[in-house]
């Protein structure tokens, strides 16, 4: 049967994730789905607040969308390297 993840395994440090997705729904999704497997999580609805976040949040790994209004997520990228 098809089994999906449950959590981090015990003792694990507490990794932070940014979400950056113009999609509410999508993004609204991916937060729910890795903070009930135990990750922190801060989200953002475009590049430029995304570059906000990060600096002040600095998360282990970002879940970059690429084509956002504002500010893509190649430039985001790019600012945040």
């Known amino acids: 049967p098809h089994q999906g993840a449950i959590g981090?395994?015990?003792?694990?440090p507490r990794y932070r994730l940014l979400v950056v997705e113009d999609c509410r729904d999508n993004r609204?999704?991916?937060?729910k789905l890795l903070e009930s497997i135990g990750f922190e999580v801060q989200q953002a609805a475009n590049g430029q607040e995304a570059i906000a976040r990060w600096e002040s949040f600095t998360p282990h790994l970002t879940w970059?969308?690429?084509?956002?209004?504002?500010?893509?997520?190649?430039e985001a990228?790019?600012?945040i390297k």
């Not at 981090?8 to 694990?12: I, T, V």
């Not at 609204?28 to 937060?31: F, G, K, R």
């Not at 970059?64 to 190649?74: A, K, N, Q």
Request: proline fraction near 9%.
């Open 77 to 79: 990228t790019k600012q």
């Open 8 to 12: 981090l395994a015990p003792n694990q």
């Open 28 to 31: 609204q999704l991916l937060v």
């Open 64 to 74: 970059m969308d690429l084509r956002m209004p504002v500010m893509d997520g190649y």
